[in-house]
């Protein structure tokens, strides 16, 4: 499923029900989302980035682009979007000039090849640890809401993700995942 698919399948979720949202910030204008932020899950809620997405990945992406500063790169993941950045910036405590975004949410990149220096800082557990792969989480919300007169629940979640990918090799990837799914 494309990313831009995704992106709308979570948008629709969503817009079964505003109450399933949880923020500190919701931001109804993708262009005031403050990127860092975004990847580190301090701030937005599920409706602000899946709006964020829409904006950079719909049919306003070169204006969300020049906007932020970034080019996109070829990938050899197809689930992964990348970007570069034209300026570094800092997210949890590093810098990165190179982001990329999953189906649910923003990831940093970075210069590192062991990811549990990263992991530990953040508080991420690992669920797979081996020598060739990292994937690890840290659940920042997880809530049901059911549909008043409706068998229909709502899960809200959102994560802190830290990993590793074959077609990063020497990269530690870091970020949030946003999801509304309909169980």
């Not at 709502?154 to 530690?172: A, Q």
Request: glycine content about 4%.
């Amino acid at each position: 499923m494309s990313f831009h698919r995704q992106g709308a399948l979570l948008l629709t979720a969503l817009l079964l029900s505003a109450s399933a949202s949880h923020a500190e910030t919701a931001e109804q204008d993708p262009s005031k989302i403050d990127l860092a932020k975004l990847i580190e899950c301090t701030t937005y809620d599920v409706p602000s980035y899946n709006n964020f997405a829409m904006w950079l990945t719909g049919p306003e992406s070169a204006v969300a682009m020049k906007q932020l500063s970034i080019s996109e790169l070829p990938s050899d993941n197809p689930f992964l979007r990348e970007f570069q950045l034209s300026t570094p910036m800092t997210v949890f405590g590093r810098q990165t000039n190179r982001i990329v975004f999953a189906s649910t949410g923003p990831l940093a990149v970075f210069d590192e090849t062991d990811p549990h220096s990263l992991a530990k800082q953040l508080g991420v557990t690992a669920s797979v640890d081996q020598p060739n792969k990292f994937l690890g989480e840290k659940v920042i919300l997880s809530r049901k809401d059911q549909r008043e007169n409706s068998d229909t629940v709502l899960e809200t979640r959102i994560s802190l993700n830290v990993s590793t990918v074959d077609t990063h090799p020497g990269k530690t990837l870091a970020g949030c995942s946003y999801s509304i799914e309909v169980e």
